[in-house]
């Protein structure tokens, strides 16, 4: 493997020596993504590469690992589920086995020419040693080095092999919806989900896996994982980066879903925040700190309210974490566990993404009561978006396993459908100042809305193009049309100027027959109401970057969109103008989240002392209150909180003892993993 000198690093505080083994693989997978790999192979860790670092099998089948205690100065948690003993199969002839026993040969016979699998299902197959137990994941499949036309052929070609698996008698639905093509079988099949992304290989959707024991993949011969994956499988955590948190979809690595958080728990891995980011929280100037607040870029407005951040000045950075998950650890124990309190808002929250640290601690407090009593007070928080009509909007999969009605299925994507044409309606009835009930459309819109297109085959799913309303300012529209189109002449098809199509077409319009006035386009800030089209060629990201980052601001309006037409009070607008404070505050903050971060390890300066723009991240994260403001009709949080700063705080003894944070120092170097 190429990898990195592990003895020094330049930084700016000089010369370090590199002796945390976790830290000198961050930083050489920055020093991968830095060179143009012209073969994948030699730069990811096979399963010979395994019985190398782990040790021969033990009877020619599986590598037996006894994981180790991990040193002082780190914080670790959600490692309930950790297995001190694990079992790797250790050969790839031995993982094609596990991996058609646990998919049921949904794949078998597929020509894997430029497509893999990854993720959870590859690390299930992985650690799959005992054929009694089968869990239900999908099967993530990624195509690369293709054309769009190419790549239509190659899911044609995935679907025939796929259906006929299954045998002619089975039912199953196909989904398609901007971010996959999804093949839906009832259980126990597992569902198969096309990323509709085309990479130049498997190396650049590796790097952007946020967990580290999903960064591995299958290619139908091999299984291949990044370094940070094998020390996954080693060590048993998965290391806590501020990606996971700020990661952006276009951006080095990916941030994650809750939901993702305690599936990966599940399989067996933890989560560790290494000793350089525990101690970061005291080694920086915090006056100029870019702190959460209204006005913070860093923080998502979703899941912090303002108000000054709490910081323990004169303890060591890991004491201060330990007594916030304390903090949020009491808070459910007390005002939910004891109390029976459902739980409201303000002590579970954070889908789109995960929220700020003490709200993180809160849900794995509640994870691990689940696992001590064996109970589950997680259900309706963790599986809440694990429906079939996950929004286009949405960066994850967050498609339900499990027993699946396709009936039900294809009703429940055209009620949904049906409902953004209810938006459209009110939306186009407010343009015409008119109610929102009068007229007839028939004849009137110029496409029909499909946010998803569900069918019994993949022919009939293609045959139709995803269809998704918006409103979008003029100003706006005419940059991206004309302003990009222009000036980026190497975009594919010159796709920009086609993109956004009218809702009406006026010179169509027969006033003679009509019932209702026709629509016409204005260039105030209320903006116009357009259809984004996506067809079977732009469907594919990763053509051009602009085309990607127009597709993300183009997300961004339609998630204003489908939020408004869905809450918006009857006589509130369904438009967004620039006086409408709340209207610019929810757009800004959707913006807000599509931003791409800087790159915050350019200089490669890790080890010791963590680079300065990580260390911001972490501290505006760990540091950030919990919502409480928006407890339904209930204070009991807010009262706990007063409660434990009028007696003082959490006693030190019940989270802390002198000496967990270690010695660190030169001489010393860090503290080892412990048998």
């Keep these: 493997m190429d990898t990195l000198d592990s003895t020094t690093i330049k930084g700016r505080t000089g010369d370090r020596k590199l002796v945390d083994l976790d830290e000198t693989i961050l930083v050489n997978e920055q020093y991968l993504r830095s060179k143009k790999l012209a073969s994948y192979g030699n730069y990811l860790v096979t399963l010979d590469d395994l019985c190398k670092l782990f040790g021969p099998p033990t009877d020619d089948e599986f590598i037996q690992l006894r994981r180790k205690t991990p040193p002082k100065g780190g914080f670790e948690f959600l490692n309930e589920e950790r297995h001190r003993f694990v079992r790797i199969l250790s050969s790839d002839s031995s993982f094609i086995r596990s991996f058609d026993y646990v998919t049921k040969g949904s794949l078998k016979g597929l020509n894997w020419d430029r497509a893999f699998v990854q993720g959870e299902i590859v690390l299930h197959a992985l650690l799959h040693t005992d054929s009694g137990s089968i869990a239900d994941y999908g099967i993530d499949l990624y195509l690369y080095d293709m054309t769009p036309e190419e790549a239509n052929c190659k899911v044609e070609e995935i679907y025939n092999i796929w259906s006929a698996n299954l045998g002619t008698d089975s039912e199953h639905a196909v989904i398609k919806n901007a971010k996959t093509i999804n093949f839906v079988p009832k259980h126990p099949h597992p569902q198969v989900h096309i990323i509709l992304k085309l990479l130049h290989s498997p190396m650049d959707s590796l790097f952007r896996v946020g967990l580290d024991p999903y960064a591995i993949c299958f290619d139908g011969s091999r299984v291949f994982m990044l370094p940070r994956c094998a020390r996954a499988l080693e060590t048993g955590y998965s290391v806590f980066t501020m990606d996971l948190i700020w990661g952006y979809r276009l951006g080095n690595r990916r941030g994650i879903q809750e939901e993702r958080v305690f599936r990966c728990a599940e399989q067996g891995f933890g989560f560790r925040i290494l000793p350089s980011y525990c101690r970061s929280l005291g080694q920086h100037d915090t006056d100029d700190m870019a702190l959460p607040d209204k006005q913070s870029a860093l923080v998502e407005m979703d899941e912090v309210h303002s108000g000054p951040t709490r910081g323990f000045n004169g303890e060591p950075g890991l004491k201060t974490i330990r007594r916030l998950a304390r903090l949020a650890y009491d808070c459910i124990r007390i005002h939910w566990l004891q109390r029976g309190h459902r739980f409201y808002q303000g002590i579970l929250r954070s889908q789109s993404g995960i929220g700020v640290f003490e709200l993180l601690m809160r849900h794995c407090a509640m994870w691990a009561s689940e696992k001590r009593e064996d109970r589950t007070y997680m259900r309706d928080l963790r599986w809440q978006q694990h429906d079939p009509l996950t929004a286009i909007i949405s960066d994850g999969l967050a498609y339900s396993y499990g027993h699946i009605d396709l009936g039900q ?253 270690g010695t660190w120092d030169d001489e010393e170097g860090v503290p080892v993993w412990e048998d």
């Design 409 to 661: 299925l294809e009703r429940n994507v055209a009620d949904r459908n049906n409902q953004l044409f209810l938006g459209l309606r009110r939306a186009i009835a407010e343009k015409l100042n008119i109610g929102p009930g009068q007229g007839r459309y028939v004849d009137y819109l110029t496409r029909r809305i499909r946010q998803q297109v569900v069918a019994p085959d993949l022919e009939s799913v293609q045959a139709k193009q995803i269809t998704a309303p918006l409103v979008i300012p003029l100003d706006l529209e005419v940059h991206i049309s004309n302003e990009l189109a222009s000036r980026y002449d190497d975009i594919p098809g010159n796709r920009l100027s086609r993109l956004l199509i009218p809702v009406h077409d006026p010179s169509k319009h027969d006033t003679s027959t009509a019932t209702l006035p026709s629509l016409h386009d204005t260039a105030n800030e209320s903006g116009n109401i357009r259809y984004w089209l996506i067809t079977n060629t732009s469907m594919w990201t990763a053509q051009h970057r602009v085309l990607d980052e127009v597709a993300e601001l183009l997300m961004a309006l339609l998630d204003w969109f489908l939020w408004y037409t869905d809450d918006a009070e009857d006589d509130e607008s369904v438009l967004c103008d620039r006086d409408d404070a709340q209207c610019m505050w929810r757009l800004a903050n959707i913006f807000r989240r599509r931003l791409v971060h800087p790159d915050f390890s350019k200089t490669l300066d890790r080890g010791r002392v963590l680079p300065e723009q990580e260390a911001r991240l972490f501290r505006a994260w760990v540091l950030a209150p919990a919502p409480t403001s928006e407890i339904d009709n209930d204070t009991d949080i807010q009262e706990l909180m007063d409660m434990i700063a009028e007696q003082g705080g959490i006693e030190d003894q019940r989270f802390w003892k002198d000496g967990d944070e």
